[in-house]
């Protein structure tokens, strides 16, 4: 067997050990279970403290932008040279905000672009590891595997900040980066299922696995029958949407519920001489509990969540079995860049998935973006605390609780594709730079409100962006779900996955680079603008119904394809 026939995955739906068995309530439970664990962790940690820590272990390393002399903390007493906790100093001459500067690795950067740079390294790794393991989750029992592998990694990583101060800032990067990329494999490996549950749900109510025998006894391929039934494709579309804002909402519920129990830890510390002396502490007890929350709630898709096994790993041929374990290593790492190039190619041959994989990556990069200058912004320019920031993140979660059950009723309603959906919240996402540039007009600088000039004008944005979110999560994955070629979930979603995190590398890359030579962070608003109207004319032109039939086609070609092959395997031998 040559290595270009063991790197395309078998598309059989009759492999040995495969399971076609209908989805269970318990199985969704295992599922949603996961979202609960993990979205903690995405919201909590990487949507409102990591970037505030980064930014606030590195200024008290650091120096102002305007008198390199002169640090950034009062390291005696803890407090910025103003008297406050995390806080910047006004220049003397002029009423412009000031910077706080660190040396790091040879070069003066911004805490700010500190942060914003780790991010950019963060997504690079992810993505670059969503390429070597990716592909191994379409095959045998690894997708379950991988997905708790990632899962109790991030969970670990996130419970170790407690022990980074600030005289070894640079390692928070390093655990950034580890957990970041924990962060985004699990939740590729846990989209990757969505298709599998949804292809295999019986319509009315499942109690538990003992229906599932029971059903599968009574008619052993109604599963298959139901995949190739094009009337149950369009209900596909709508139960997968469903599905994802179920999840998507019940893990804001629970990063709001978390965000809560983060505030009252904040409120404790603030009332004792630790938070005054180390203000990084606080965050760092918060980022332990949230690792510990991590690994709790991951228990439930332990138990529930069925493997849903593909086709066996190909082997290695014989002659290659010399140098077992060098052998293996490269035999397993051409494998998997070989079968992500494969995918890739796959998903250039469809038209709509090209379409959507490159609207997805400028609407991530917006996102991304957006989310983390916000946080910077607040922090740095509108002098912010923790808790407020806090409160800021849980405005913005709730918003998005509201969004995840609010855009499928709106959808019904007013009889709103997917897609239609998803441009909306893409196209609105505008709404927060176009606001922050409102303070560029003469008027609204005089009189020092509007554009983002008052800490309050935050939260009713955080509410609006929250609330787009919540569409954009829920209809997103469902929306290229449809797309993907049966048998290709986790590829494909990898490619998905590499989209969203690895564009999130050049956005806040060049808002650093913009911090770095402006000293401020709003000039940065104008090229969020042009960012965040991009995906809009691709996302227009897709085609979803056109997606679906030529992914349907694609994978009937492949299985004739393969099962010709195996018959003259098999009439070789």
Sequence with gaps: MSFDEVVRPRQSTR???????????????????????AEVFAVVAVGAFLPVLLEQLARERGFFFSDRSKSCVDHQSGTGSDGNPMRLQIRANDDQKEQCVVNFLGADVTTASFAMYTVSAAVVVQ?????????????????????????YTGSIVSALFIFITPSVYYFASILVI???????CSFTLL?????????????????DASSDVELEALNPESTTTRRSDPEKLVRDLERSAKLSSTGLGLGYIAAVSAQILSIGILVIFSKTSLAANNPSLPIRVVLLFVGIWWAIFSIPTILYLRPRPGPPLPIQSR???????????????????????????????????????????LLSDAIATITGTAVLFARTELHMNTIPIALLSITSIGSGILGAFAWPRISTYFSLRPKTVLLICSLSLEIV?????????????????????????????????????????????????????????????????????????????LVGWIVDRE??????????????????????????????DDASRMA????????????GEEDDD
Aim: one cysteine or more.
């Design 15 to 37: 492999y040995e050990g495969e399971d076609t068995s209908v989805t269970s309530r318990q199985e969704l439970y295992g599922w949603y279970s996961y979202a609960i664990a």
């Design 127 to 151: 993505a670059v590891t969503l390429v070597c393991v990716s592909s191994f989750a379409d095959y045998g029992p690894y997708r379950k595997k991988m997905l708790l592998m990632f899962a």
């Design 178 to 184: 580890i957990g970041v990329t924990c962060l985004g």
């Design 191 to 207: 989209n990757a299922f969505l298709p599998l549950l949804v292809s295999n749900y019986l319509d009315g109510e499942i109690d």
């Design 319 to 361: 002659n290659t079995l010399g140098h077992k374990q060098k052998s293996t290593f490269l035999f397993y790492t051409k494998f998997s860049l070989s079968s992500f190039w494969s995918t890739l190619k796959r998903a250039f041959r469809l038209p709509q998935v090209t379409i959507f994989l490159i609207a997805w990556f």
């Design 433 to 509: 730079p176009l606001y922050g540039l409102l303070a560029y007009i003469p008027l609204l600088h005089r009189l020092h409100v509007g554009g983002l000039q008052q800490p309050w004008e935050i939260y009713p944005l955080g509410a609006i962006h929250g609330f787009v979110m919540g569409g954009i999560g829920s209809y997103a994955r469902s929306v290229f779900g449809s797309l993907i070629p049966e048998g290709r979930e986790a590829s494909f979603f990898a490619l998905y996955a590499v989209a969203d995190k690895g564009s999130s590398a050049f956005g806040p890359a």
């Design 519 to 548: 000293g401020t962070i709003r000039p940065a608003f104008v090229f969020l603008a042009v960012l965040a109207l991009m995906p809009g004319p691709l996302l227009w032109w897709l085609d979803v119904e056109k997606g679906r």
């Design 556 to 567: 009937g070609k492949e299985r004739k394809r393969e099962g010709g092959e195996e018959e």
